[in-house]
């Protein structure tokens, strides 16, 4: 999965225009609750504007409020001018770029803007992959890191019929031991189930129904 695959597209996007006053912009972000707006000029990117930048440069302008919000243009306090997204960045590392501020653009090689990908999406994301909003069973093992684990593990789940909701690894080298998160649905031989995980040698470190 790639970064265009979680963008809002422009279409379903708020944003401002290079010219429109700093009041304006406060008046979108508000009434449309979101956290940040893309700034454009035409059809080209030109940056972002949020509520914490405006105040941030309201109070370091030292011009009366009402001045401030009515003569200053958006594209005078954008920031992230030069941070976008291309669309073709993978998945996982969205997060890692979306840390520290709510949501990236998404422009072609010419600048054209063509959406947003968000922190909050991006976090949905990840709430999908572990199987959060889906109720059954989750379970914690471990497993020395040797050849043929995962497939090992894959024939247990197909001979007992279960259905995965999410499965996720997590590597711990220093132990050379390699860490499983396995959601499946709830059926009545969990106990069974669990045995042969154990006899093929994971170590079962946590079951928790949700």
Known sequence: MFAKNIMIPKSRCFYVNAEDTIEHALQVLRLKKVDGLPVLSGDEYVGMITHYHIYKNFFNSEIPKEE????????EIATHQEIYFQGTEIFENTLVALKDFPLFAVVDEARKFLGVVTRFDVIEQFQSAFGIKRPGIRIAFSSV?????????????QQYHESVISLVTFDETDKLVRRIIL???KRDNIDKFINSLEDSGFRVLNITED
Do not use: D, H
């Not at 043929?148 to 789940?157: E, Q, S």
């Open 183 to 185: 959601k499946i649905e």
């Open 68 to 75: 401030f919000l009515k003569t200053k243009k958006v594209s």
């Open 145 to 157: 890191e040797v050849e043929g684990r995962i497939a090992r593990l894959a024939n247990i789940i």
